[in-house]
């Protein structure tokens, strides 16, 4: 079994949200672009000098997610403007006794995270090119693993007090 796969069967998902807890790379202490640390230890790590080697990862959806590393966490949330535009904030935390350029250094602790949600933004947006195309149709959702998009879709649609349609979902019967 894959992580994905621990990940989708994890028992710590509900309908609007999710929260797992996943391995690092033998070697790695904390998501950055070489596995070393990039802030003190946050919590009670911190005492102990320990490493867990995992990182936590909870999502609220469809528009929040967080991951946190014995070092540091990231949390994104976006926010729709209008049907083609989303702003994105992105946030890192370290320890509130951290003190930038002594503790830690943005340089290295921003890279791993900015790349990650940078290529995230590009394969968005290569998709609503392809949504925006008169070609477009859409296609089914997995149910597997996009049971919390379908979700949130039933939900959307009923948000508006039209029709409860629901989009094909591959195995779903009419």
Not at 75 to 96: C, G, K, L, N
Not at 162 to 173: C, E, N, Q, S, Y
Request: aromatic share 12%.
């Amino acid at each position: 079994m894959g992580l994905g796969d621990a990940m989708a069967s994890s028992e710590m998902t509900g309908a609007y949200w999710r929260a797992a807890r996943t391995p690092l790379m033998e070697g790695w202490q904390t998501q950055s672009l070489d596995g070393k640390p990039v802030a003190p230890l946050m919590g009670t790590f911190r005492a102990r000098n320990e490493w867990s080697a995992g990182t936590l990862r909870s999502t609220i959806f469809p528009n929040f997610w967080q991951h946190a590393s014995d070092d540091h966490t990231v949390s994104t949330r976006i926010t729709p403007v209008d049907a083609t535009t989303s702003q994105v904030d992105v946030y890192w935390f370290v320890h509130e006794d951290a003190v930038e350029g002594r503790d830690y250094d943005l340089a290295r602790l921003l890279p791993f995270w900015q790349r990650t949600s940078e290529q995230d933004w590009d394969i968005c947006q290569a998709n609503q090119a392809g949504i925006l195309s008169p070609r477009y149709e859409p296609g089914p959702y997995s149910s597997v693993r996009e049971t919390n998009v379908q979700h949130f879709v039933d939900w959307y649609l009923g948000a508006l007090g039209g029709p409860r349609a629901r989009l094909k979902t591959v195995g779903a019967r009419a």
